[in-house]
């Protein structure tokens, strides 16, 4: 009889570790909220109180909310306690070419197309392109999040909404949140020490670690969430690291908290993703602040010269000379790639410890919620099968790695831009992966589609490439016929899309007036 598996171990805590203990706490040792008084795991965090959380991963994706009820946590606390804001999409300024003028940007909204269900109106927007941008046509949200407006009003329940959304988040406060939550509402076990060794046992698997002040812990699983430094998957197990540099530059940031100097300042209600000559520039509005951050290439750009333009586009957007004269940059190192497993023998590494790219279109919190949340659905009874579950789990891993970096890469292949290196460089063919190169050869016949994507639960959907293909002018040929019955139900989905546009133009708050009134009395619960 094989022993079950009962005692978990998560090296690191940040939003990865806190986030993991708290799905498999909630999915194997709470019923409605209510902690089992014999828990089925035993979960133990070790954080070191000698390495700082990176505190910069401040916009999630709609899977969040269920994430966030998942662990029981109220949405009304979330918001107050960790300074949110609501996100409805990415928005791309300055991406498609060099002009500056404001017509060159477009949406990458949350929702999916209206209809998707009944129709791709993909198709049968392609002859109006010149007149309609793809987001307008198929979503209220371009216009929704062009007028700063929140999601839903203040009569809707927690995690309901009108339109579909993420958050703006302060992470540090976040992670402050959940472990709160997961030591005191979800019985898990927190430990502030250092791991100074890792043993294994005859079969390779790790058997338990020695710390500083605590000793031996043992596990029978073990789960590192130690960001880049991936002590036990990368450098105990030795599993390979998968450069991405020759496909995505960006290498180097800099980030800057900037306090809004006017506390009535509107509060965006999407990320801005603004190109500059060397990267791009993210720009999340919060409640009391902005967190905005310059990524760029150390092979197109040095330090002195990214600075410069990072303290540029914060004057140009609002702030004095002299607030941003005083504002400390951090610099942040990016090693663009990921580890060719996530899970070797007894280990299974979630966030950064696994792989990171860059923060464009947000995707490394997304990829810590699924994979802890495929381990805590899929946690293996023994360790007989755990190999067998393993394998499935690395396959999907591998999957999504190879979908972000297609779908990141196409943000920068597309772009017409040509002032300078950085932006020419992209477009080599010698930097696109053949996966892509043969999608876009396909995407100049026909729109994309799900036919796509060939795997189950991508985490990009074919809309997305459609937003993002459509946004920045990529050119598809025309479909030669369409039948006289979907072009009606087309032109009627249309028409459903503009009028709930105007709908919800006059009737959702603004961003800032709806957290004023979350503040005051928040959400219905559910």
């Not at 009820?69 to 949110?84: L, M, P, V």
């Not at 540099?245 to 940031?253: E, G, I």
């Not at 006017?262 to 999407?270: E, M, Y």
């Not at 580890?339 to 023998?345: E, R």
Request: with cysteine; hydrophobic share 35%.
């Amino acid at each position: 009889m094989q022993k079950p598996i009962t005692q978990i171990v998560i090296v690191g805590g940040g939003t990865a570790g806190w986030i993991t203990a708290g799905l498999l706490a909630a999915e194997h040792n709470v019923d409605k909220g209510v902690l089992a008084h014999s828990p089925k795991l035993n979960i133990t965090l070790i954080e070191s109180p000698e390495v700082a959380t990176i505190g910069v991963g401040e916009g999630t994706w709609p899977s969040m909310r269920s994430t966030l009820s998942k662990i029981g946590i109220d949405e009304n606390d979330f918001i107050r306690r960790c300074d949110a804001s609501f996100k409805q999409g990415s928005r791309f300024i300055h991406w498609r070419n060099d002009t500056p003028d404001s017509s060159n940007s477009y949406l990458h909204p949350f929702s999916l197309p209206h209809g998707h269900q009944e129709l791709d109106l993909c198709p049968f927007w392609l002859p109006h392109a010149q007149h309609v941008s793809f987001a307008k046509a198929v979503s209220n949200q371009d216009v929704v999040s062009q007028l700063g407006l929140a999601p839903k009003t203040i009569s809707t329940a927690q995690y309901h909404f009108q339109n579909n959304y993420g958050y703006h988040l302060n992470a540090g406060k976040f992670s402050q949140l959940l472990t709160e939550h997961c030591t005191q509402k979800l019985g898990v076990n927190h430990i502030y020490d250092h791991v100074e060794q890792i043993v294994n046992n005859e079969q390779g698997d790790i058997e338990k670690l020695i710390t500083k002040q605590h000793g031996e812990i043992s596990g029978q699983l073990f789960i590192d969430c130690t960001g880049v430094k991936s002590l036990l998957l990368g450098e105990h197990l030795h599993v390979p690291f998968l450069c991405q540099k020759s496909v995505l530059f960006n290498d180097s940031a800099l980030a800057v908290q900037v306090p809004y100097e006017d506390p009535a300042t509107a509060i965006a209600s999407c990320t801005h993703s603004t190109a500059q000559p060397n990267g791009w520039i993210w720009d999340i509005g919060l409640p009391t602040r902005k967190g905005v951050g310059y990524v760029y290439s150390s092979s197109h750009s040095n330090d002195t010269q990214a600075e410069q333009v990072l303290r540029r586009y914060i004057t140009a957007n609002g702030t004095s000379d002299k607030l941003a004269s005083q504002l400390e940059l951090r610099k942040l190192n990016i090693n663009p790639g990921y580890h060719a497993k996530c899970w070797q023998n007894n280990c299974i590494a979630i966030g950064m410890a696994a792989g990171f790219i860059e923060p464009l279109e947000a995707s490394a919190l997304a990829l810590i919620e699924w994979t802890a949340s495929t381990l805590a659905q899929q946690l293996p009874p023994n360790r007989q099968v755990m190999d067998t579950i393993a394998d499935r789990v690395n396959l999907r891993y591998q999957q999504h790695w190879q979908q972000i970096i297609d779908f990141l890469k196409l943000h920068y292949v597309i772009s017409q831009r040509d002032a300078d290196d950085y932006w020419c460089d992209h477009r080599q063919n010698s930097s696109i992966p053949e996966r892509l190169q043969a999608q876009l050869e396909l995407w100049r016949y026909q729109a994309p589609s799900q036919h796509d994507i060939s795997y189950k639960e991508a985490l990009f959907p074919a809309a997305s490439f459609q937003y993002v293909l459509y946004g920045m002018g990529f050119q598809t040929q025309l479909p030669s016929q369409v039948k006289p019955s979907l072009q009606q139900l087309a032109q009627r989905l249309f028409t459903d899309n503009q009028q709930r546009t105007q709908a919800l133009s006059k009737s959702l708050p603004t961003n800032r007036a709806l957290l004023d009134k979350v503040a005051q009395y928040g959400f219905p619960k559910l």
